[in-house]
């Protein structure tokens, strides 16, 4: 079920543990490789849609991604060619250029998307965790899933994980 008029594919692409943590002080609580390749093999090139504090984790804005950052705050200082916008609404519209713009987090503006978005890329960490964000349980009513990669643990995956698509039903 939409609640936001759109004509691009609005997808969400979040790293949840079995526990459905996503974070914990601001940060990711692990680091695999593959994951990381896949999340910048999908969003090169689109536009990506998050948090203010999901956008002050990174160094500096990622290459070749057009960052749209919501916050509250007014006159939010960003670097040129970073688009400030008050709301998840306003940010989808910024996108709309965008055949598929990405909602990348966090744990606020998933809850808020969640409804909105037609796909889900999930990156199954295949451990638990503790954390202070979590991840809405995916409900296969709303959701049905349409491919799972699974990756074992290795010399650069201290965990298994599995990379799962949903799309909505």
């Known amino acids: 079920m939409k609640t936001i008029n759109q004509t691009s594919k609005l997808t969400l692409i979040v790293a949840v543990s079995e526990n459905n943590v996503i974070g914990k002080d ?10 990381l ?12 849609i998050m948090g203010r504090k999901t956008f002050e984790s990174f160094p500096k804005p990622l290459p070749n991604r057009t960052h749209i950052v919501i916050t509250r705050q007014l006159n939010y200082k960003v670097p040129d060619g970073v688009t400030v916008v008050n709301s998840l609404e306003a940010a989808i519209e910024a ?62 995956h201290k965990y298994p994980f599995s ?5 909505r039903r």
């Open 37 to 48: 390749q896949r999340f910048k093999a999908l969003t090169t090139g689109h536009c990506i």
């Open 163 to 167: 990379f799962i698509t949903y799309k």
């Open 26 to 35: 601001n940060d990711l609580i692990w680091r695999l490789r593959k994951d």
């Open 95 to 156: 996108s709309k250029e965008d055949p598929c713009p990405y909602i990348i987090g966090g744990g606020e503006i998933y809850k808020q998307a969640i409804n909105s978005v037609d796909l889900i890329e999930l990156t199954k960490v295949h451990h638990t965790f503790e954390g202070d964000t979590f991840f809405t349980e995916i409900d296969n009513t709303s959701w049905e899933e349409i491919n799972c990669i699974y990756n074992e643990k290795d010399d650069f």
